[in-house]
């Protein structure tokens, strides 16, 4: 088992940024690809970023790619999502995942889940 815990969601104006955390506990933090994801109400969730867990290999959603940037300290066994010039449309709840086999954006690959930062973003 893998737990999984955000933190750093808050409210921001537009053009602003957050960095959000995601703090692993349980089994071999290192060992796991981890992602990034959000949702919104009455929307499927929807991949945001991942990291693989030989460090190096990262990706982004088109939406985000060249605002945010994802990295992972494996001593600390967290993952974090820098979020720079921050848009309305990137108010979301925010999950951290981790996949023990598949560096993947699909939702069903990944086996273990937070329980979501809210992020804010006014206009």
């Known amino acids: 088992q893998v737990q999984l815990v955000e933190s750093g969601g808050g409210l921001v104006q537009a053009g602003g940024s957050l960095r959000l955390s995601c703090a692993a506990s349980?089994?071999?933090?290192?060992?796991?690809?981890m992602g990034w994801f959000r949702q919104t109400p009455g929307k499927e969730r929807e991949f945001v970023s991942a990291?693989?867990?030989?460090?190096?290999?990262?990706s982004y959603a088109d939406s985000v790619k060249g605002r945010f940037t994802i990295s992972r300290d494996n001593a600390k066994n967290t993952v974090y999502l820098q979020m720079n010039s921050l848009k309305p449309e990137d108010t979301a709840v925010y999950y951290c995942?981790?996949?023990?086999?598949?560096?993947?954006?699909?939702?069903?690959?990944?086996?273990?889940w937070g329980q979501g930062t809210q992020v804010t973003v006014s206009s």
């Open positions: 990291i693989s867990w030989k460090v190096g290999s990262t």
């Open positions: 995942a981790a996949a023990g086999l598949v560096y993947s954006s699909k939702v069903d690959d990944y086996d273990y």
């Open positions: 349980g089994r071999t933090f290192s060992r796991f690809i």
